[in-house]
């Protein structure tokens, strides 16, 4: 099975303006996570989707928005973007086991903003 | 107080070295993850665990769920193990991660 996919790998922005990035998850998987890695706050849960459906959030300002589509692939939105916004973005979906969930995570999108 | 305490957050070992890192939680989990992230990539996921312990080859991970403790063990470390280790207990509440610190693990040869 192919793994987690996430594009762009790499993006470079101006504040201000917003992005887009998409995390495809592991064939058959229907919950996806988005978390945040800063070298100062360390990694942050973000959202998940399950089932096109936000069932956790993270505390983040609302400029931060996901969605789910059908096919289980995700995407998450970040307007206006600051400074404080370049971070490595993770995505990770979630096989449905015993109650538990492991996650598999992607590579990455990694942002920065000038 | 963190959720997640790890510790050490920094770990320099001999190529051959037995390394433990230590993971203590105060929040209630439905299992716990170890993640290894090396320099400039992504996360690989060693281990999830709920009860017990697991061994993948060289790597071994126990958790204490009543003492709200875990532990990753690596026997026999070697230089390409050099990553930054992230104990990620699972809340009970769905799939959500929360995640301690990391710890930095050199092992030179």
């Known amino acids: 099975k192919a793994g987690v996919t996430q594009t762009p790998r790499y993006l470079i922005k101006t504040r201000g303006q917003q992005v887009t990035l998409s995390c495809s998850p592991i064939s058959g998987h229907r919950s996806v996570s988005w978390y945040q890695q800063t070298p100062g706050q360390g990694l942050q849960f973000l959202f998940e989707?399950?089932?096109?459906?936000?069932?956790n959030k993270g505390n983040f300002p609302g400029r931060f928005s996901g969605r789910q589509f059908s096919n289980s692939r995700s995407e998450m939105n970040v307007s206006t973007l600051e400074l404080g916004d370049s971070a490595l973005y993770l995505c990770?979906?979630?096989?449905?086991?015993?109650?538990?969930?492991?996650?598999?995570f992607g590579p990455g999108t990694r942002l920065t903003v000038t | 107080k963190n959720e997640v305490e790890q510790s050490p957050q920094n770990l320099t070992a001999q190529e051959g070295e037995f390394i433990t890192i230590n993971c203590s939680y105060s929040?209630?989990?439905?299992?716990l993850h170890w993640l290894q992230q090396h320099p400039g990539g992504g996360i690989v996921s060693l281990f999830m665990l709920s009860s017990g312990k697991k061994k993948h080859g060289r790597l071994i991970a126990t958790i204490n769920i009543q003492e709200k403790h875990s532990s990753l063990h690596i026997t026999a470390s070697h230089p390409r193990d050099s990553a930054v280790y992230i104990c990620a207990p699972t809340l009970t509440s769905g799939s959500r991660l929360t995640f301690g610190e990391g710890t930095q693990l050199t092992v030179n040869p």
């Open positions: 990770a979906s979630s096989l449905l086991g015993e109650g538990v969930y492991e996650q598999y």
């Open positions: 989707y399950f089932s096109e459906t936000q069932r």
């Open positions: 929040v209630g989990i439905s299992a």
